[in-house]
């Protein structure tokens, strides 16, 4: 199935305000500038992946196999899509830290 380059478009720029937005706030209130770049690989990972969380303490192997099979069988525009995901993320790292810099202080 192919993805018109609007919605690609839209959903990179939506995947990075989003988490930007998070992290954003959740560097706000945890007072750890790079909280959401350090758990965004995970958040990523519920995203691609099928297997339940479970199934990575009960059935390690299986779940690690379907992971790399899902990963590597990403398309351009999906990785892509991740990819504007964790630059908002880390966006969201360098604002705190510019912003406490400049001496604004949150909570």
Excluded: C
Aim: no cysteine; net charge positive.
């Amino acid at each position: 199935m192919q993805m018109s380059i609007v919605v690609l478009i839209i959903s990179i720029l939506l995947f990075f305000v989003l988490f930007f937005g998070i992290g954003f706030i959740l560097n706000m209130l945890l007072r750890m500038s790079w909280v959401m770049a350090v758990v965004y690989p995970i958040v990523a990972i519920f995203i691609v992946d099928k297997v339940s969380f479970s199934e990575y303490f009960t059935n390690s192997k299986m779940a690690f196999t379907e992971l790399g099979h899902r990963l590597s069988s990403l398309a351009t525009a999906d990785i892509l899509i991740l990819i504007s995901g964790l630059a908002g993320a880390v966006a969201a790292g360098f604002t705190i830290k510019l912003l406490r810099k400049n001496g604004y202080q949150m909570f």
